[in-house]
């Protein structure tokens, strides 16, 4: 499991949600792959995926497993990749912990011709509640770190996510929000996506 990430039910309702959106034949790189939980469901969907990862003991768990995964840090780029060389680049829940993600998802969109950006929603009125009520920065099964030993070190919002989108020209295609391990389509999380989405998935491309 990512390290950053505890809620394994909803990691791998993520993991799920991306394989099947994700067409037969295509090539994807997942950055971040953790111990290879994703990769190994793209692989049995017959998806040629591969897998970046910085932790030493996941790269060897996934090469137990029979994964391609190289050790790599993320924040450095993508240099050695060519343009649009991927269908797909997968960036799970990982976003916020990179050093410099403005210049990580530039390097995906590069790279890859579509991205899956997900990432907890720090604009979730749980968070919200918590953080006015108790005057700390927030715990919660998605965000279960102290403030001084979290590897969350860009925490952002929904709406920070599509005000990025639109200054940087990216196109979000498709937008999956969740809470509490579910998918919610409703009439007031439509209007409400902010406020009442826990975490999210995004589907973004640029020309």
Known sequence: MNEHYANSKGLHLNYSIISNLIEEGSSV??????DGELLRLLKDKKINSRGIEINQDNVIKCLEKGLSVVQGDIDEGLQE????????????????STEKPDYVIQEMLRVGKKAFVSFPNFGYWRVRFYLLINGKMPKSKIL????????????????????????????????????????????LRKIFNNLLTEEVIFVVSKD
């Open 29 to 34: 790189l997942d950055l971040g792959c953790g």
């Open 81 to 96: 990749y060519p343009d649009k060389s991927y269908d797909y680049i997968v960036l799970n829940q990982t976003l916020q």
């Open 144 to 187: 279960p770190f102290e403030w001084f030993d979290t590897p969350n070190i860009h925490l952002l919002t929904i709406d920070d996510f599509f005000d990025f989108a639109k200054k940087n020209k990216i196109k979000i295609e498709k937008t999956v929000c969740m809470t509490r391990a579910k998918v919610r389509n409703g009439f």
